[in-house]
């Protein structure tokens, strides 16, 4: 019997590659192997959906803490800590509305009662052991104020700290439609922003702390066009610790003389230890550089379709710091059709953009070329007291040619391709697009697998394999898609704990945690374990269940 069921599985996964194969048969991508919907999903019991009614929406800020089992989320007026394990048991709450006084301001400004003038929390940032930093948009005026959330995970403390609020400028965008990013290092807090209650000057900020407050050159299109901020990370360059630098992930407008805007992707980077210039760009960033991410895919008629909306980014840690992967989220702009792609980007390729040609343009009608003129000393770019400038201090030790250059060649010439210069994943001719990402590891009994979990814009989230093939080609296969939301709504962000095996997926109407894993719904035979090639998953012998590297398969 058990020969029965190892030659059923080998020819169905023979006949499975086949079609995965074969460009004559119906292509399956978009096509999981199991579909579960939201009244399914609630009878597995493998999910819980926050059923605390608030008056309250917009669940878009996730932070997990994991050292205290919790995950702190932002939402409209209010501020939750959650149980990890079970984000509805014993939920702390926090009621953090603006005053009448400030809301009545807000609407005789023409904003909209519900969707602009409340206080839309939209930074999550642990200051110490035992408080958090916290801002919101405060019905179009920025506040920021301190959370104490306790010491230890026992403790049943989570409150405002009294008489702490501040201003959010420059830390908080004053309108909640426009997206920022935040990262607290070393009590500094570096944003991506807009800093006006217009919504026209963007920028990313340095705030707090003991440095000198920065910014982006203000009103400078070469710089940050109309940014839509996407996600911040700090990646290390070597063993020196000058040398680490700040990654933004954003995509702005890029207009050319006679051309209508088109939208790019961008990697903009800052040195952490950047003070500004001495006479030119004087509490200005004088190491900003930014590239282009590029995630196309060739036509057969050599024309390229280029997906040119990152919607997220996920960094994905590698035993080395230095060189974690760069998984991005994007979509095709403009209204033509409907299509997504995930690529992937190694930081080699990266840090090689950067130490590359600078773009150069000498007037309105003439196009970018690469720059070939005498590059200053230091390189434009390089952080001082690094690896490259042990003698130089401070930026403001950099010489003027230096920061004068900056200030005109803020891009790089060159794109940042991805890995095998395809993407990863792509849909096209289907009724939705991907607008989150998370990617889990996980060993399974044949190996080790990078699990792709993608939000999509109808609420739903898939899980995704992408396999190696013989010829340089891959074979994806959806193993699952989940309905997480009883309305269909669009997945705003996606958190994910590996050691707890759970997701934490929000929109702007709720919130979902569901396991990573459902091995049952995949049938009650062997050959259907099997086929479904989940890596969490496994036939035991009875049933199909959760591998485990312990037990015997």
């Known amino acids: 019997m058990q020969l029965d069921c190892l030659w059923t599985v080998h020819a ?83 009621h953090w509305p603006v005053s009448e006084r400030r809301r009545m301001e807000c609407l005789v400004s023409g904003k909209d009662a519900n969707e602009e003038c409340a206080n839309f929390i939209r930074l999550i940032e642990p200051w110490n052991r035992t408080q958090l930093y916290v801002c919101g948009t405060g019905a179009y005026n920025p506040v920021c104020t301190f959370v104490n959330r306790g010491r230890k995970p026992q403790e049943e403390i989570f409150h405002l700290e009294p008489g702490k609020v501040e201003s959010g400028k420059g830390k908080c965008s004053y309108d909640p439609k426009l997206n920022s990013v935040s990262a607290l290092i070393n009590g500094e807090l570096y944003a991506g922003v807009y800093v006006d209650f217009m919504g026209t000057d963007s920028a990313i900020f340095r705030t707090l702390g003991t440095k000198t407050a920065m910014r982006t050159d203000q009103y400078n299109s070469r710089w940050l066009n109309d940014p839509t901020f996407i996600h911040v990370h700090l990646i290390p360059d070597s063993a020196e610790r000058n040398d680490d630098k700040l990654y933004f992930f954003f995509r702005e407008k890029s207009s050319e003389m006679g051309q209508s805007p088109v939208t790019q992707a961008r990697i903009g980077r800052i040195c952490l230890n950047d003070d500004g210039g001495h006479c030119c760009l004087v509490n200005k960033w004088s190491t900003f550089l930014k590239a282009r991410l590029i995630c196309s895919v060739p036509g057969a008629d050599g024309m390229e379709t280029h997906f040119d909306e990152l919607r997220d980014v996920y960094i994905q840690p590698t035993q080395d710091t230095k060189n974690p992967v760069i998984y991005g989220v994007f979509s095709v702009s403009g209204s033509v059709f409907k299509g997504s792609a995930v690529c992937v980007y190694s930081m080699a390729d990266i840090r090689m953009v950067f130490n590359g040609p600078f773009a150069h343009k000498e007037g309105p009608n003439y196009q970018w070329v690469a720059y070939t003129g005498k590059i200053p000393y230091p390189r434009p770019g390089t952080c001082p007291g690094g690896t490259f400038t042990p003698n130089m201090k401070s930026t403001k030790d950099y010489p003027d040619e230096v920061i004068n250059f900056m200030r005109n060649h803020p891009a790089m010439y060159n794109a940042v391709y991805p890995v095998h210069k395809r993407p990863l994943v792509v849909r096209t001719n289907v009724d939705y697009e991907f607008t989150a990402i998370t990617v889990d590891q996980v060993t399974a009994a044949d190996g080790n697998y990078e699990v792709l979990f993608l939000g999509t814009d109808k609420g739903t989230v898939q899980k995704v394999i992408v396999l190696p093939r013989d010829d340089l080609q891959t074979e994806e296969l959806v193993l699952e898609e989940v309905e997480v939301f009883k309305v269909p709504t669009p997945v705003t962000t996606m958190k994910i704990s590996s050691k707890r095996q759970q997701l934490y997926v929000s929109s702007a109407v709720g919130l979902t945690q569901l396991a990573l894993h459902r091995c049952d719904v995949y049938g009650e035979a062997c050959a259907d374990c099997c086929l479904a090639r989940d890596p969490y998953c496994a036939w035991d012998g009875k049933s199909c269940s959760r591998y485990s590297a312990s037990q015997k398969r």
């Open 12 to 94: 169905l996964l023979a006949l499975s590659s086949f079609a995965l194969g074969n460009p004559l048969i119906n292509d399956p991508l978009a096509a999981p192997r199991v579909f579960i919907s939201f009244k399914e999903l609630r009878s597995t019991g493998t999910a819980h959906h926050f059923a605390y009614l608030l008056n309250t929406s917009d669940y878009r800020i996730l932070r997990m803490d994991e050292d205290h089992d919790r995950m702190y989320v932002g939402s409209k007026d209010h501020i939750l800590s959650l149980d990890l394990h079970d984000i509805n048991k014993e939920p702390h709450i926090i």
